[in-house]
């Protein structure tokens, strides 16, 4: 039999959850390979017959292709993805879906990056949506995508909890940013804290669902040493993270807490690259508008610390999948690409904008020169994997991955 030839070595080390490819004749030996290959967490998916095995020869040099062509990188793995979401609105498991579980889904931030493509894809599935909105703009946004509106504000907790009691579940993605420069990250945390507990009475004990964000940093930002995973919980923070996304993590444990007081609460910790055609402030736009002032893409020290990438509309489903039939008190990771080196996101970066990508020295002062704010971030690894989320779900990712999305130019308009 044969198996294992599609999936490149330092993908299998890095620890994500990869399918492998398998062929042979005989039953029984592909039953054990099988059986071993899911006892390392991969997925094992039968090609057919023996006769297959030269295909999977030929797959593998279609994968050194594209490693050097197509995907620019070594960095990615070959994969069975269900439908693409599109298709799934078309499909009888969406309406089944429409029959069996329409839910009143109260959402934040609808018009925000994640929240405009949430919305739809639970309209989609049949569920009615109300998002909330502090202004008449937003108010059109929101029912531009199908959603009833509900007009209010962040700082209106009795409102929230209104809202809370009047829905079947939650998400909520919406975040004041407009603390981020004047208090930091603290102060979006300290904001958001009061919401998450504020949902927490207005749900307490009646098992409806509440899925709020969180950061694939939460867990460890390389402090675990090894792949993060659904299992790890957000690292404690106290008065000395202030200013570091750690501070952060409160909100997260609070709102897994809920769960101990009967809301079926969860967490999705988004990648810390989101991607999309609509994506105008992310960590990417902001990269790349750094290149372009700077004149080269820069990466810290030797750009080998690992970050992770999901397409936005596959955060959408998850945040469906979570509020859908999530249990309560867990983590989930909205995370594609579990582990690219830094220095080759620069690097394709850079051969699209036509700058060149150039170390820069992990230094206190010289580091913050070139990443400003994000002097702090850039320097952390992230390698993430979405096993449990993927198992427990269903969750398939299937939209262009990083460098795929890079290569579909919108991030780089002509003029
Ligand atoms: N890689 C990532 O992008 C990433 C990674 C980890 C976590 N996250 C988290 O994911 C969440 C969603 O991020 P995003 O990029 O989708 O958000 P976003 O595009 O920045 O949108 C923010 C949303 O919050 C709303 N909002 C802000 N202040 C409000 C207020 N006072 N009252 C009511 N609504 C308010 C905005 O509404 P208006 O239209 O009225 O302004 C907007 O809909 C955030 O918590 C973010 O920190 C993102």
């Known amino acids: 039999m044969k198996a294992f030839n599609t999936v490149f070595g330092h993908m299998l080390a890095q620890g994500n959850p990869l399918d492998v490819l398998i062929t042979g004749d005989d039953a029984e030996a592909k039953a054990t390979m099988a059986a071993f290959i899911k006892s390392l967490g991969l997925r094992p998916m039968d090609t057919g017959p023996l006769g297959m095995a030269r295909w999977l020869e030929g797959t593998g040099l279609v994968m050194i292709g594209l490693g050097r062509y197509g995907a620019g990188s070594f960095n990615f793995t070959l994969g069975v993805s269900t439908l693409p979401e599109r298709a799934r609105t078309t499909t009888s498991r969406a309406t089944s879906i429409t029959r069996t579980s329409s839910m009143r889904v109260f959402v934040t931030g609808g018009t925000g990056h994640s929240g405009s493509y949430i919305i739809p894809e639970l309209i989609a599935a049949g569920h009615e949506v109300t998002g909330l909105a502090r202004s008449d703009t937003a108010a059109a946004a929101l029912s531009a995508l199908g959603a009833k509106v509900r007009r209010g504000d962040l700082q209106d907790l009795d409102g929230l909890k209104e809202a809370a009691t009047d829905s079947d579940g939650i998400i909520h993605v919406a975040h004041r940013q407009d603390l981020l420069f004047s208090g930091g990250i603290h102060a979006v945390a300290a904001a958001e804290l009061p919401i998450m507990l504020a949902y927490g009475e207005a749900l307490a004990g009646t098992g409806k669902p509440l899925v709020a964000t969180g950061s694939i940093g939460s867990p460890g930002q390389g402090f675990l040493g090894r792949t993060a995973t659904e299992e790890d919980p957000a690292l404690p923070s106290g008065d000395e993270h202030k200013g570091t996304l750690r501070a952060r993590n409160v ?26 055609t609509t994506d105008r402030a992310g960590f990417l ?12 893409i820069g990466y810290p020290g030797d750009g080998a610390n690992l970050w992770n ?28 690409d579990g582990g690219i080196p830094f220095r080759e996101i620069a690097e394709a970066i850079g051969s699209r904008l036509g700058l060149p ?30 096993l449990v989320t993927r198992r427990t779900l269903g969750w398939e990712p ?18």
């Open 251 to 276: 909100v997260e444990t609070a709102v897994v807490g809920l769960a101990e007081q009967g809301v079926r609460s969860s967490v999705v910790r988004i990648a810390n690259i989101a991607h999309s």
């Open 285 to 296: 736009p902001t990269l790349i508008a750094l290149a372009k002032e700077k004149g080269f």
């Open 357 to 386: 990508a150039v170390s820069v020295p992990v230094d206190e002062l010289v580091l913050p020169g070139y990443f400003g704010f994000l002097a702090n971030i850039v320097t952390q690894s992230y390698p993430a994997s979405n």
């Open 398 to 415: 299937a939209q262009p991955r990083l460098l795929a999305d890079l290569d579909n130019g919108h991030y780089f308009p002509a003029s």
């Open 309 to 336: 990438a999901v397409h936005i509309r596959d955060v959408a489903s998850l945040f469906r999948l979570a509020l859908e039939k999530g249990p309560a008190g867990k983590y989930w990771h909205a995370v594609d």
